[in-house]
């Protein structure tokens, strides 16, 4: 990357390299929102569950993944940003282990919760992160690196489950050791998290931080190790001119003191965050195989569906990072908005004309490849927009003083709403059937293309000390 007069000193490759450790964070965040996907089964012959209780087990995860959401910001406000992703990938190991070893289905719940408090650590603080160390000329691409981990930490969730049930026999097989493969899924997280532990320490704080905090001395050698010595020294006046002096960052800055009222760009974030839910995608990452075999697919087909599904979310998310600082946000935002309100409606469509056999299961005879293609080309218009751009919009519209808070409300929104349609999925499912389920959907994807025109603006290209309220 070239470098001009104004960014003499940059060091380009050290902000490349701790922007991807933290963005490590996305890759557990991935891949223990995906693990889940291929242990359904599993969980519901061990713990002896129906289709309530399967839904619970599968969304309990995101009880947790709304407390951490929510409480992070705030707590990497307080305690610093590393130390937040610290403790995160504490809890991604230790939810790992306990989420294999559960016997009941009450410590598997307690151990998906913590896991559940990581993943919602790490979807705030990462992109916090990444964003308050980033240039702005290309801080759009680095701030993508968080949904490209988030869905290749997806993908080594879907690629494991797969390799693990094929070579068990099935994902309710007996494995190594004696206990099962599906549990055995969940222990591969390990792995990865032990790795993003050691890797965090040799990360420095965010500088945004530490002039909050008053750290004045650490903030200069952070800037200038990042964007050299006279950059760095600008950059610092800048910030300090962003913070207001009398206090740090607190919740009740979210009010507009004149008006009393939420500030405008809170509600912004928070349509944002809710919308990105609601139109359903995590239907697909979390219930791939189960929505799969109700199709009429096998379990082994389902499993490698998911796999293709991974590597279609990843190709869209890498042609984001590499056009979303020239493009912009909103334009991504709206290219999405409209290209999933019609490939949902063909699904629903498609799943419209299904029959069903003589054992009750979901047959879609010709109209299954219209559902297959509907489907990946849903989750490519996804991940080229609403996916990546998400995190990128959300880790910098908020400006300084409210970004802790802004980000912890928008991201308890963005878990409650993941909450809410990953527990009524099985349900509406039953009850429904897949046609109608996913007309719902489609309504709220062609709510998102009226919000993006209406209340999304720019943030291309400006500096987080410049961000409005």
Not at 134 to 161: D, E, K, T, W
Not at 340 to 346: A, C, E, K
Not at 431 to 455: E, K, N, P, R
Request: glycine residues 10%; hydrophobic residues 55%.
């Amino acid at each position: 990357m070239l470098q001009d007069k104004n960014h003499q000193g940059e060091n380009v490759f050290f902000v490349i390299l701790i922007s991807g450790i933290a963005a490590i964070g996305g890759f557990l965040f991935g891949f223990d929102s995906g693990v889940i996907n291929g242990t359904v089964e599993g969980l519901q012959q061990a713990y002896h569950s129906n289709s309530v209780g399967a839904g619970f087990n599968v969304a309990s995860m995101l009880f947790g993944c709304a407390i951490g959401a929510f409480f992070a910001g705030r707590l990497a406000d307080k305690w610093g940003r590393r130390t937040v992703l610290i403790i995160a990938a504490i809890l991604f190991i230790i939810s790992g282990w306990g989420a294999g070893i559960a016997a009941t289905s009450g410590t598997f719940v307690f151990f998906r919760v913590l896991g559940g408090l990581a993943v919602g650590a790490a979807s705030i603080i990462s992109p916090i992160y990444i964003a308050e160390v980033a240039p702005a000329r290309y801080r759009g691409a680095l701030a993508s690196l968080q949904q490209v981990s988030i869905l290749a930490g997806l993908l080594a969730a879907f690629f494991s489950n797969y390799t693990l049930a094929k070579i068990a026999g099935s994902s309710i097989a007996i494995f190594w050791l004696g206990f099962e493969a599906w549990r055995w899924m969940f222990w591969v997280e390990i792995i990865p998290a032990l790795l993003f532990l050691f890797a965090l320490f040799f990360i420095p704080e965010s500088p945004r931080y530490l002039v909050a905090e008053n750290q004045n001395a650490r903030a200069r050698k952070v800037l200038t190790r990042l964007y050299g010595l006279h950059q760095g020294r600008i950059k610092m006046s800048e910030i300090h001119g962003s913070l207001l002096s009398d206090h740090p960052p607190s919740f009740t800055d979210l009010k507009n003191t004149e008006t009393g009222k939420l500030h405008h760009v809170v509600w912004v974030g928070v349509g944002i965050a809710a919308l990105q839910q609601f139109i359903g995608i995590n239907v697909i990452f979390y219930y791939g195989s189960v929505l799969w075999q109700a199709a009429g697919f096998s379990e082994d087909n389902a499993l490698l569906i998911n796999v293709l599904t991974g590597v279609v979310s990843i190709t869209a998310c890498i042609v984001t990072m590499l056009l979303i600082d020239l493009w912009g946000r909103k334009p991504f935002l709206l290219l999405g908005s409209i290209g999933m309100s019609v490939t949902l409606l063909l699904m629903v469509y498609a799943f419209s004309k299904a029959g069903i056999d003589a054992n009750g299961d979901l047959q879609l005879g010709r109209f299954g490849l219209l559902a297959l293609m509907s489907a990946n080309a849903y989750v490519f218009f996804f991940n080229v927009s609403w996916g990546p751009v998400m995190w990128v919009i959300l880790g910098e519209m908020f400006p300084n003083q409210i970004r802790g808070s802004g980000l912890a409300v928008a991201g308890l929104v963005q878990w409650g709403a993941n909450f809410c349609v990953t527990i009524s999925f099985p349900l509406f499912l039953s009850l429904f059937g897949l046609a109608i389920t996913y007309s719902l959907y489609a309504i709220a994807a062609l709510v998102s293309v009226a919000f993006v025109i209406i209340y999304v603006y720019e943030t291309k290209g400006k500096e987080l000390e410049v961000m409005p309220y």
